[in-house]
């Protein structure tokens, strides 16, 4: 059941990423809202299965919410139709999939040579005694809350800087927004 | 089916990001450019989020917390910068904002 629920989610997760990127039918920038709009549902789904079900609502909240009609108000207000469809430099378009795939290929043999075999070896060695994997977190909006703001070890100093910052950007928008005066 | 593991997510993360970064070096619009670095940014927090996890830690999810609350900070000051740029040259296209360039 899980496995087929995460296999649903990553794929529609990196299928619509890449209709983000490279639409085959369409260069309208509100369709790649959209599909990130998908993408960013689906990457929930995996966070649900990751028991994140805190950072699940807020992932559909703050980027299928808040962040999305930004995008499309600026979509909307720039008016791109026009200039849809422009030659693609193809030197650059080769080089860049050439550099990303590579990069992409070391992650990838460097992840199979961390968790590849070694973990199966890991347990044959020692069948018999019990492993001890460490209890899988839940990360409820109660536990999250507790990790976020206990007292000895928790995070109440990085959370008010972080409210200063919203505070900056917002005074920053509304300045970068304006009309100069003249 | 079988639970899947971490690596399995570190793979999709992993492929998430790549795809995000060949976004941004092969589109030239810069709306899309920011919507790719909007799912690198995903794609790190999707291995955090299955790190936290499969090591018995919320720190990972906390800090997963913040990097959405700056995320959204982000992006509304970098849409009003675009927005602003627009008004001054009437383009969104990279190849067209080239000044600085040799």
Known sequence: MEGTLFNIFAGLTLLSAFMVVANPFSRNPVTSAMFLVTAMISISGLFVLLGAYFLAAVQILVYAGAVMVLFLFVIMLLDLREAARRKLNLISLAMGIMAVGALFSVYKSSLESTYGEAPQQHEAANTGQAEAKPAKVVGSTRALGQALFSKDNGFILPFEIVSILLLVAMVGVILLSRKEPR | ?102
């Open chain 2, 1 to 102: 089916m079988m639970e899947p593991t971490l690596s399995q997510y570190l793979l999709v993360s992993g492929a998430l990001f790549a795809i995000g970064l060949l976004g941004v070096i092969v589109r030239r619009n810069l709306l899309i450019i920011y919507m790719s670095l909007e799912l690198m940014l995903n794609a790190a927090n999707v291995a955090l989020v299955a790190m936290s996890r499969f090591n018995g830690n919320l720190d990972g999810q906390v800090m997963v917390f913040f990097i959405i609350t700056v995320a959204a900070a982000e992006v509304s000051v970098g849409l009003a910068l675009i927005v602003a740029l627009y008004r001054k040259r009437q383009t969104a296209d990279v190849e067209d904002l080239a000044t600085m360039k040799l």
